[in-house]
Nanobody, 122 residues
Framework: QVQLVESGGGLVQAGDSLTLSCAAS??????MGWFRQAPGKEREFVSA????????YYEDSVKGRFTISRDNAKNTVYLQMTSLKPEDTAIYYC?????????????????WGQGTQVTVSS
């Protein structure tokens, strides 16, 4: 069974940067990425990467600020977040999927990490 363990969340000020990490074990995934869920909001897609090719995808609000990458040797995906805004505050969930579609639609995600809190103060 695939397990996803994520880390890197924290409390930062607007304009700061954070990098989230998600380590996968127990199986092979076609794509990995991140969703986030803010208080009172639905879980939304943030970013995804196709493991073998490195092709990346982003939700419009984070384009130019967030960068997703992967380290094949470490079986780890990273989300580098810069120029953070208060509206980025959310629990960020690492996600794994057997297809690309699964990593852009939360209901189709095959595996979830435990979530890590990112809080951005004004």
């Amino acid at each position: 069974q695939v397990q996803l363990v994520e880390s890197g969340g924290g409390l930062v000020q607007a304009g700061d940067s954070l990098t989230l990490s998600c380590a996968a074990s127990g199986g092979t995934l076609y794509a990995m990425g991140w969703f986030r869920q803010a208080p009172g909001k639905e879980r939304e897609f943030v970013s995804a990467i196709v493991w073998n090719t490195g092709t990346s995808y982003y939700e419009d609000s984070v384009k130019g600020r967030f960068t997703i990458s992967r380290d094949n040797a470490k079986n780890t995906v990273y989300l580098q977040m810069t120029s953070l805004k208060p509206e980025d505050t959310a629990i960020y969930y690492c996600a794994g999927g057997k297809t690309l579609l699964a990593l852009t639609t939360w209901a189709l995600v095959d595996y979830w990490g435990q979530g890590t809190q990112v809080t951005v103060s004004s």
